[in-house]
Nanobody, 124 residues
Framework: QVQLVESGGGLVQAGGSLRLSCAAS????????MGWFRQAPGKEREFVAS????????AYAESVKGRFTIARNNDENTVYLRMNNLKPEDTAVYSC?????????????????WGKGTLVTVSS
């Protein structure tokens, strides 16, 4: 069983930066693919970024490439999402998720564990 808790969301002006964190319980975390997803008001949840168990592989949605960076620290059971040059259209609830494989590239037909999410609001 893996439990995920996100933090780091908030209100930021367009062009600003935020770093989201996702703390995971359980030693097995280090063997899982981790991902960030987001859901904007009135829209479906969408993939943002993912990272393999050892950080050797990453994937990003086209809309965030070059602006967002996913990273993980297995010793601290934490995965991060650094978001730079934020835009109003990045406003959403951001959730981290875990998939029980060392690497799985998108698209994802399902993740095994989800956090509750953290709200990011970007003002224009």
């Amino acid at each position: 069983q893996v439990q995920l808790v996100e933090s780091g969301g908030g209100l930021v002006q367009a062009g600003g930066s935020l770093r989201l964190s996702c703390a995971a319980s359980g030693r097995i975390f280090r063997f899982y693919t981790m991902g960030w997803f987001r859901q904007a008001p009135g829209k479906e949840r969408e993939f943002v970024a993912s990272i393999s168990w050892n950080g050797g592989s990453t994937a990003y949605a086209e809309s965030v490439k070059g602006r967002f960076t996913i990273a993980r620290n297995n010793d601290e059971n934490t995965v991060y999402l650094r978001m730079n040059n934020l835009k109003p259209e990045d406003t959403a609830v951001y959730s981290c998720a875990a998939k029980g494989t060392t690497w799985s590239s998108p698209p994802y037909d399902g993740m095994d564990y989800w956090g509750k999410g953290t709200l990011v609001t970007v003002s224009s």
